[in-house]
């Protein structure tokens, strides 16, 4: 399939590292926060949402942390595997727009070796 | 699998044709979303979908039009292609706040 990682950020980790990746969201009044990851070839796929009330919420072997104060949202992928290669994408809902109405950013791809 | 199917998978349109993209929303989903996603790029929000009414719009021209079935599925329509129109275009059904993408249709404006 067709590369969706052209002129990103990449972020390389050896397998079994813990990843890191950063995003800066931009409206403060944004409520609702999703990040994505997006193979080759493929939509988007859900991994793990926070509401701006939470400064930290846990998943299988991930975790989002969000910094209002710097509009900052980090997503932490512990012991990363080579099935985690892929474009990871933050999204804010803004404000005074839809359910489901998403910014996204302009996303970082994360290689993973063996 | 997210149960948001997309048709088709992959089209070549010339320059000033119109298309129509088509898209199934997960059972009891009655928002569908409609995204473009350039090459290297995030999906870019072009219009929203409830209950048969749009609800919200992005910095779409009017020529990117859609419409929502009483069974929730929907499609997007762009008349006039513009080569720049090349895109991943992707759907996204949700009945509260998690929004769910399909596969997406590769759109390719010779």
């Known amino acids: 399939g067709e590369s969706v990682g052209l002129h990103l950020p990449t972020l390389s980790v050896q397998e079994g590292d813990n990843s890191i990746i950063n995003c800066a969201y931009s409206?403060?009044?944004?409520?609702?926060f999703i990040w994505y990851k997006q193979e080759s070839g493929k939509g988007p796929q859900f991994i793990i949402d926070?509401?701006?009330?939470?400064d930290k919420r846990q998943g299988q072997r991930v975790t989002v942390l969000l910094n209002k104060t710097v509009k900052h949202l980090s997503l932490q992928i512990a012991a990363t595997q080579p099935g985690d290669s892929a474009v990871y994408f933050c999204?804010?809902?803004?404000?005074?727009?839809?359910?489901?109405?998403?910014?996204f950013g302009k996303g970082t791809m994360l290689l993973v070796s063996p | 699998e997210t149960g948001v199917t997309q048709s088709p998978t992959h089209l070549i349109k010339t320059r000033g044709q119109q298309v129509t993209l088509r898209c199934s929303s997960q059972?009891?989903?009655?928002?569908v979303s409609w995204y473009q996603q350039a090459l290297g790029q995030g999906p870019q929000f072009i219009f929203q979908?409830?209950?048969?009414?749009?609800?919200g719009r992005g910095n779409f021209p009017p020529r990117f039009s859609g419409l929502q079935f009483p069974n929730y599925s929907s499609e997007l329509n762009v008349n006039a292609l513009e080569l720049d129109d090349s895109a991943l275009y992707l759907c996204?059904?949700?009945?509260?706040?998690?929004?769910?993408f399909g596969q997406g249709t590769r759109l390719t404006v010779v």
């Open positions: 996204a059904s949700s009945s509260g706040r998690e929004a769910f």
């Open positions: 409206n403060s009044a944004s409520d609702y």
């Open positions: 926070i509401r701006s009330n939470m």
């Open positions: 999204a804010e809902n803004p404000p005074n727009s839809g359910y489901s109405t998403l910014t």
């Open positions: 059972s009891g989903h009655n928002t």
């Open positions: 979908y409830y209950r048969e009414e749009e609800n």
